[in-house]
């Protein structure tokens, strides 16, 4: 009983600091928002949305150059799996353990052998995808300093855009390790090896967001010739509390038409469950690898 003691331990640490943290920021929003109703916050303050219609008619371009990594470790791969496919056992390890030896064997196929380089592809295109839309979202401007914040925006945008990218690039490499090992079941591949570059890339991806801040809120901008300091209009984002739901997480407006919003705290963006397609979205999301896998491993 007290080896199975030790072995749940692990898992149950993480789970009972994500629950204390959620129970503590649940007091936490609870307390504040009830000073807010009792003190009335928004009293006699004028709200409002904002919005800059250059960032339709004279968008940011969407950086697809960063993109060519994650496409090139792709080709690469699926060039490595052709040379070596006619020479693979009848049996290829598909599974690896702790230590990287191989404990789980499938009959080689297509299926099997490229599985790697179909979860690449798969991978890049979803980043891809979700890159662009989050690209092309609507920005949420602050309605104190419009100009400032759509100035913002644009870089925010395009920053997060490349760290995704790049993101695409680093998982793609660890796809290729777990490949290597698979093609190679004489060779131990270090699990090590597999999990830095996706570690690397969230890092890459983590240190980007915390030096832009949500909407590029950190970003030092040049003065531009000729510009002078933004005075504030007077006006304040809309209070919206009512459409954000489970600790302020989930955003449900069925009057937006927006597909995507930006997070109330964090830094990216989430989907308006209020929307169907954004419902749509998420469930496409969800589905797509869990119909996919068990057709490529069949």
């Given at each position: 009983?007290?080896?199975?003691?030790?072995?749940?331990?692990?898992?149950?640490?993480?789970?009972?600091?994500?629950?204390?943290?959620?129970?503590?920021?649940?007091?936490?929003?609870?307390?504040?928002?009830?000073?807010?109703?009792?003190?009335?916050?928004?009293?006699?303050?004028?709200?409002?949305?904002?919005?800059?219609?250059?960032?339709?008619?004279?968008?940011?371009?969407?950086?697809?150059?960063?993109?060519?990594?994650?496409?090139?470790?792709?080709?690469?791969?699926?060039?490595?799996?052709?040379?070596?496919?006619?020479?693979?056992?009848?049996?290829?390890?598909?599974?690896?353990?702790?230590?990287?030896?191989?404990?789980?064997?499938?009959?080689?196929?297509?299926?099997?052998?490229?599985?790697?380089?179909?979860?690449?592809?798969?991978?890049?295109?979803?980043?891809?995808?979700?890159?662009?839309?989050?690209f092309r979202a609507r920005a949420d401007l602050d309605p104190a300093r419009p100009a400032d914040?759509?100035?913002?925006?644009?870089?925010?945008?395009?920053?997060?855009?490349?760290?995704?990218?790049?993101?695409?690039?680093?998982?793609?490499?660890?796809?290729?390790?777990?490949?290597?090992?698979?093609?190679?079941?004489?060779?131990?591949?270090?699990?090590?090896?597999?999990?830095?570059?996706?570690?690397?890339?969230?890092?890459?991806?983590?240190?980007?967001?915390?030096?832009?801040?949500?909407?590029?809120?950190?970003?030092?901008?040049?003065?531009?010739?000729?510009?002078?300091?933004?005075?504030?209009?007077?006006?304040?984002?809309?209070?919206?509390?009512?459409?954000?739901?489970?600790?302020?997480?989930?955003?449900?407006?069925?009057?937006?038409?927006?597909?995507?919003?930006?997070?109330?705290?964090?830094?990216?963006?989430?989907?308006?469950?209020?929307?169907?397609?954004?419902?749509?979205?998420?469930?496409?999301?969800?589905?797509?690898?869990?119909?996919?896998?068990?057709?490529?491993?069949?």
């Amino acid at each position: 009983m007290s080896s199975v003691f030790r072995f749940d331990m692990p898992g149950v640490i993480p789970l009972l600091t994500v629950a204390a943290c959620l129970a503590a920021y649940s007091r936490a929003r609870v307390a504040v928002m009830a000073v807010k109703r009792r003190e009335d916050w928004y009293g006699g303050l004028r709200q409002g949305v904002v919005a800059d219609t250059a960032l339709h008619t004279d968008p940011e371009r969407f950086p697809w150059i960063w993109a060519v990594p994650a496409l090139l470790i792709c080709i690469g791969t699926t060039v490595l799996g052709v040379l070596r496919y006619p020479s693979l056992p009848d049996r290829i390890p598909v599974h690896f353990t702790g230590s990287g030896s191989a404990d789980r064997f499938a009959a080689r196929s297509i299926g099997t052998a490229f599985f790697p380089v179909f979860a690449q592809a798969a991978l890049t295109v979803l980043l891809l995808a979700l890159t662009w839309l989050s690209f092309r979202a609507r920005a949420d401007l602050d309605p104190a300093r419009p100009a400032d914040s759509a100035r913002r925006h644009r870089r925010f945008s395009v920053r997060t855009a490349i760290s995704l990218l790049l993101l695409a690039g680093f998982a793609n490499l660890s796809l290729l390790a777990g490949a290597w090992g698979m093609w190679h079941a004489d060779q131990r591949v270090s699990p090590a090896l597999i999990l830095l570059p996706i570690l690397a890339g969230l890092v890459v991806v983590i240190g980007i967001a915390v030096r832009t801040g949500q909407g590029g809120s950190r970003l030092r901008l040049p003065v531009q010739d000729g510009a002078v300091t933004e005075e504030s209009t007077g006006i304040v984002r809309r209070d919206d509390d009512q459409y954000w739901r489970l600790l302020g997480s989930v955003y449900v407006n069925r009057a937006d038409p927006a597909l995507l919003v930006q997070k109330r705290f964090g830094i990216g963006w989430t989907v308006n469950f209020g929307n169907p397609r954004g419902v749509v979205l998420l469930l496409g999301l969800i589905l797509t690898p869990v119909l996919i896998v068990p057709l490529l491993l069949h």
